[in-house]
């Protein structure tokens, strides 16, 4: 089971995430990996989720700002 974090920032692109949150969350799960969800709460904190996070995957549902902070 790959043990994963799901970054979302629920501001991003008109708040589209939201209405695809939960197709995104049972995609993952189905491919059986295990998921650990943070919601952003202020700048630049995708980046501190990212840095300080010991899965083996990262992925970021967001703009290119969140993106940004996860590379970065």
């Known amino acids: 089971m790959l043990k994963t974090l799901l970054i979302i920032n629920p501001s991003a692109g008109k708040q589209k995430i939201q209405q695809q949150l939960f197709g995104v969350i049972q995609t993952l799960n189905n491919a059986n990996f295990e998921i650990q969800i943070e919601i952003t709460k202020y700048h ?29």
Do not use: M, P, R, Y
């Not at 630049?44 to 970065?72: M, P, R, W, Y």
């Open 44 to 72: 630049n904190h995708a980046s501190e989720l990212a840095q300080f996070s010991e899965k083996d995957l990262i992925v970021c549902a967001g703009g290119d700002g969140t993106l940004n902070q996860v590379i970065s």
